[in-house]
């Protein structure tokens, strides 16, 4: 199997602080597989992934090539970057309830980012269409109504399916998927899986898939990334690393994966917020 | 002490910090840092310029305008400090009580508070002036008065927010007295948040207080004061414009260095604000608040 | 969107009741008897108690505290707000005219501000850590820190000394809104101007314009979406700005001898004429009250979330 996406040396730094965020990095995405990223917070996954979709705040600097089907991303106009993103890279945030503009209603989104992509060759009725039958196997009913609803008015589940939907009109190559279960329940989160899984069988794409919950990543990833401050520190097929870890940062993930109950992340994710304010 | 580092590192906050302490310091010893008595009229140095004596001239009545501007500092300044200290105990008292307590006395004292909230300060101010009569102590109660409501009601935001926090649930669940959660867990953590918007309301009570001394309203002649200065060389400004230097510019300099700090004081206590390319996490009650709401007149 | 209207509006009513109330009982807790004040300001040279008892019957005073307030409160609806202690002229007739020359100056100014506060923020906004950023910020702290007295004094000055270009007193013609909008402009627009940015900043930052990126949407309808929502807490903002500056024209009344509500309250308390005060008083709080709910309406407008939550 070819590789579809390339990652070399990618090193990113913040230039307010010289602070180097991702230490040369290098990895590849094979055509229709699965990568996940693991790691603690604030290890660089979400970074990476936003380089890739060039997509970093001005303060971040990167370096490196990025090779989509042999193409090097880095060095494409803005426009034509702008090309790609959506409909050859697409990307699913975390948290649906603040993905979509709070004072527009869904469908505006939806529809700006299909004109935009679609515009000369599909007629708008057929966008539409396409859109709402998207909708309909992502399991959201009434696609109409929920297009016509506010962010605050749906529930982050349907919001994350929403993405997945929208996706899967855009028919991309990779997708690009940044916890986009941590901020759900557990019904949901089992539900937006399921949704996952079904879209790689469908559309036979490939995926990069971050997730601080390693049993997701097990049932749905083909190889994984350990990283750690920046660095990726182990890979491999999946399963293999899940049977034999051979960092010992990976084996502590490993080994601390039943005894991170949710509640106790919950507590974790509080205490963060009181140290830093 | 990571507030204090913060700050030292940043210099502006650094020269603000010593100009208002200098400021202070001469403002409570001014006896000893006057050169001369600011009373005393000496109608042969009328609009005297600067000599050795008298480094800064002399006004309209001779009398020497550094010792008046040091003089000044006590009403401009000082007693700003003081209403402003108080309101901001009111305002703490009551958020706390409402913020921690929430039911009715949260509902009774936010009522309060929307009524007061919804008189324009400054009208507020001129009203109460206009019933107690002229003079600096009405007005810095008429300061009180107006200001609490708008402390109450950040602080209690402020209150509400810790409050949900794990461990005060927790401490509340384990039976320990409300007072001294609210002494060991609370008052410490929304500390910053009351520095924050304290300090940065003093910039504008020090422009307003100022602002009615110089429309006569505040203290009265011949005591010295910044506004009523710019006052009285108002009268004559065409001629001697020069006179509308010093106590103005006091005003800036004091103001500036108070609204330095005020800003380096947020950053300092929330470090998220200098990056600000990373989000931060959830938005501290006071800078959320101040966005909807500031008020600041002259 | 229709209920909210109503709610919003119901719950003003009661609020304006209590401010009325407020105001009367405020200029009832005076230590002085408004009779003598009355008395004082005709300047009537000796003040007898058959006199006071005199002047209470006249002024009505005598009379139970809630029934004067209920007389005040519908001859008030009525924009009869009694007669100046010291002029003996209708209040309304001085007030009327006053409120008018400041309304037109605070909406020149606010129209003003509004523009430049938000042309500044968006662009300061948009170059976040620029030179044009520090500069102007920079600027803005250093005139917002001018007490406006000090400024207009510099600005009469120079006008006047070096160009006489300007009127700097009085209210003749278009030319004599320049300097005091200027300074107003000056005080006001440094703030406003600030928190245009910061909410375009705080926006910027969101995960919907991250997404739209992502999703390939240019950056002009990006933008579009961002400003939708950051003008959101600017048109709050400047909803309650309006009110607040009407309310502190004051010092700069005075100095430009603009013949507004300023002038004439200042006027007032010092000479103690508390009919004035009084419907001065009422009349800015019900002006702040109805732009808070105007404003409101058009914030639950623009932002659905709100709309629901009352
Ligand atoms: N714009 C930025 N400027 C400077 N530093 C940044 C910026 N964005 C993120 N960082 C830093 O980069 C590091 C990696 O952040 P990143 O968001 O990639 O972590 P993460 O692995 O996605 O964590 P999480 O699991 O919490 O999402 C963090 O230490 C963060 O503080
Ligand atoms: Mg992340």
């Known amino acids: 199997m070819e590789n579809i996406l390339e990652v070399r040396n990618l090193r990113v730094w913040d230039l307010n602080s010289d602070k180097v965020l991702i230490a040369n990095n290098s990895f590849d995405l094979r055509r229709s597989s699965c990568l996940a990223i693991v790691g603690e917070s604030g290890s660089g996954k979400s970074i990476t992934c936003r380089s890739i979709m060039r997509l970093n705040g001005s303060s971040l600097r990167q370096s490196g090539e990025i090779l989509f089907k042999g193409e090097n991303l880095t060095t494409l106009s803005e426009k034509k970057m702008r090309r790609k993103r959506g409909r050859k890279l697409c990307m699913i945030l975390q948290n649906g309830m603040s993905a979509f503009d709070p004072s527009c209603v869904i469908g505006v989104h939806l529809k700006e980012t299909l004109a935009e992509h679609f515009d000369c060759d599909w007629k708008k009725n057929e966008i539409e269409e396409k859109m709402k039958l998207a909708m309909e196997s992502v399991m959201l009913k009434n696609p109409i109504e929920i297009m016509n609803k506010y962010p605050h008015q749906l529930s982050g589940g349907m919001l994350q399916r929403i993405m997945i939907a929208l996706a899967i009109v855009l028919e991309p190559d990779i997708i690009i998927a940044d916890e986009p279960t941590t901020a759900l329940d557990t019904v949901s989160q089992f539900e937006v899986v399921e949704q996952f899984i079904q879209l790689r069988k469908k559309m036979g794409c490939s995926m990069i898939f971050i997730s601080h919950d390693l049993g997701v990543v097990r049932k749905i990833a083909d190889e994984v990334l350990v990283m750690k401050d920046g660095e990726i520190v182990e890979r491999g097929p999946t399963e293999a690393i899940f049977l034999k870890p051979e960092h010992k940062y990976t084996k502590y993930l490993v080994s601390t994966r039943l005894a991170l109950s949710e509640n106790f992340k919950k507590l974790m994710r509080g205490e963060t917020i009181v140290a830093e304010s | ?298 | 969107m229709g209920r909210y209207i109503i709610n919003r509006v119901f719950i003003s009513i009661p609020l304006l009741l209590i401010i009325s109330l407020l105001t009367f009982v405020l200029i009832n807790l005076s230590p002085l008897d408004p009779a003598e004040v009355v008395l004082q300001a005709q300047g009537v040279p000796k003040i007898t108690d058959e006199l006071i008892a005199q002047t209470k019957e006249e002024l009505g005073m005598d009379q139970p505290f809630i029934l004067r307030y209920f007389d005040w409160l519908v001859a008030s609806l009525q924009l009869d707000f009694g007669d100046s202690y010291v002029t003996g002229k209708p209040v309304w007739s001085l007030i009327g005219p006053a409120f008018l020359n400041t309304f037109k100056l605070t909406f020149v100014s606010s129209v003003v501000i509004i523009v430049m506060s938000i042309l500044l923020g968006v662009i300061c906004a948009l170059k976040e850590g620029k030179i044009v950023d520090k500069s102007v910020r920079g600027v803005s702290f250093f005139l917002t820190a001018m007490p406006s007295y000090w400024l207009a004094s510099i600005m009469i000055w120079y006008v006047s000394v070096k160009f006489d270009l300007l009127p700097t007193s009085g209210m003749d013609s278009y030319k004599s809104y320049i300097l005091p909008v200027i300074v107003i402009t000056i005080s006001y627009a440094g703030i406003y101007f600030r928190n245009v940015r910061t909410s375009m900043i705080s926006n910027l930052n969101e995960d919907y314009v991250l997404y739209g990126r992502a999703c390939g949407l240019p950056e002009k309808k990006i933008t579009v979406h961002i400003l939708r929502n950051s003008l959101q807490v600017a048109i709050s903002i400047f909803g309650m700005a309006i009110p607040i500056i009407l309310g502190s024209t004051v010092v700069i009344e005075n100095i430009f001898a603009w013949p507004g509500l300023g002038s004439l309250s200042v006027k007032a308390i010092l000479s103690r004429d508390f009919p004035i005060i009084q419907a001065y008083v009422l009349i800015l709080a019900a002006v702040f009250v109805l732009f808070n709910t105007v404003s409101d309406i058009v914030n639950a407008a623009m932002n659905p979330k709100i709309r629901n939550d009352l």
């Open chain 2, 1 to 298: 002490m990571r507030i204090f580092k913060n700050l030292s590192k940043d210099k502006l906050a650094t020269i603000s910090v010593t100009v208002i302490v200098v400021t202070i310091i001469v403002g409570l010893f001014a006896p000893f840092f006057a050169p001369h008595d600011p009373n005393q009229v000496n109608m042969s140095l009328r609009y005297a310029s600067s000599s050795w004596e008298y480094l800064l001239g002399n006004d309209h009545l001779g009398r020497c305008i550094l010792s008046r501007i040091i003089y000044g500092i006590r009403p401009s300044v000082l007693w700003v400090l003081v209403a402003l200290f108080i309101s901001v105990l009111i305002g703490a008292v009551l958020g706390f009580l409402s913020g921690y307590f929430r039911g009715k006395v949260d509902a009774f004292i936010m009522r309060v508070c929307d009524i007061m909230l919804s008189f324009p300060g400054y009208v507020m101010t001129l009203a109460i002036v206009g019933i107690l009569g002229v003079g600096l102590g009405n007005i810095l109660i008429a300061f009180i008065l107006v200001k609490w409501a708008w402390f109450a009601r950040v602080i209690r935001t402020s209150v509400m927010q810790y409050s949900e926090l794990e461990y005060v649930k927790f401490s509340k669940a384990s039976g320990i007295s409300d007072l001294k959660i609210i002494y060991k867990h609370l008052v410490p953590v929304t500390f910053s948040d009351i520095a924050v918007i304290s300090s940065s309301s003093i910039g504008s009570m020090i422009l307003q207080i100022s602002g009615f001394s110089f429309l006569g309203l505040g203290i009265q002649a011949p005591n010295a004061e910044w506004g009523m200065m710019l006052n009285e060389a108002r009268e004559v400004m065409f001629t001697r414009p020069e006179l509308m230097l010093a106590p103005g510019l006091a005003i800036v300099i004091v103001v500036s260095a108070f609204n330095f700090l005020s800003d380096a004081l947020q950053v300092a206590l929330d470090p998220k604000l200098l990056n600000s390319k990373k989000r931060p996490q959830q938005k501290s009650p006071t800078t959320t608040v101040k966005i909807q709401k500031k008020e600041v007149a002259h």
